[in-house]
């Protein structure tokens, strides 16, 4: 899900020199109303940042008290969605992740929420918070392209998932693929 272009900037540029901001982000797996298996995405608040306005997974920067990177991801979705740290569940780590345009590396994780959320967002960081099923992710039908012309960035045919009108691409469509792949693989493996 990456764009050629961010592919051949990362080869260019030697990371050693970056000295990248850390943040970790939660998929946060739950059984939403009517019985589906699904994770929380959210746009972000309009605030004239680099990824102002952006559909993303709940999580933030790395702060001094953070334990670790999953004390971050955990801290940063109970203060943007409500979730409640008490009950989730780690599940896994994925593959960290270099963003060129803020120069953060993020660390994902996979957890389950043992209910169904009442989402209770921090307007300052979160315009809207949605379900996304994990068949709708599965799907192939969620991948499309899209055109991105922004202060940073100017390209076509990006790959990136549309989920109800909601256009994920970048960072959050590479994370979101990784997880697309060992739900499959899980998937494979039971048959």
């Given at each position: 899900m990456a764009s050629s272009k961010r592919n051949i900037l990362l080869q260019m540029k030697n990371k050693?020199?970056?000295k990248p901001n850390k943040a970790s982000v939660l998929i946060c797996i739950y059984?939403?109303?009517?019985?589906?298996?699904?994770?929380?995405l959210m746009e972000r608040a309009d605030d004239n940042g680099v990824h102002s306005g952006q559909i993303c997974l709940p999580g933030g920067k790395t702060e001094k008290l953070d334990e670790s990177s999953w004390s971050t991801a955990v801290r940063e979705t109970e203060e943007e969605i409500g979730i409640?740290?008490?009950d989730l569940?780690?599940?896994?780590?994925?593959?960290s992740i270099y963003i060129p345009p803020s120069n953060f590396i993020v660390y994902p994780y996979i957890a389950t929420y043992i209910k169904t959320p009442l989402f209770i967002i921090d307007k300052n960081e979160v315009k809207k918070v949605f379900n996304v099923s994990l068949e709708a992710l599965l799907s192939e039908k969620s991948i499309v392209e899209i055109?991105?012309?922004?202060?940073?960035?100017?390209e076509?045919?990006?790959?990136?998932?549309?989920?109800?009108g909601n256009i994920v691409?970048?960072?959050?469509a590479m994370i979101l693929s990784?997880?697309?792949f060992l739900l499959k693989r899980i998937t494979i493996n039971k048959l």
């Open positions: 050693s020199h970056l059984q939403n109303i009517d019985g589906k298996a699904c994770f929380a409640n740290k008490s569940c780690f599940v896994k780590e994925l593959s055109d991105i012309h922004n202060h940073y960035m100017d076509k045919e990006i790959p990136a998932y549309s989920f109800n691409w970048g960072a959050t990784e997880f697309k």
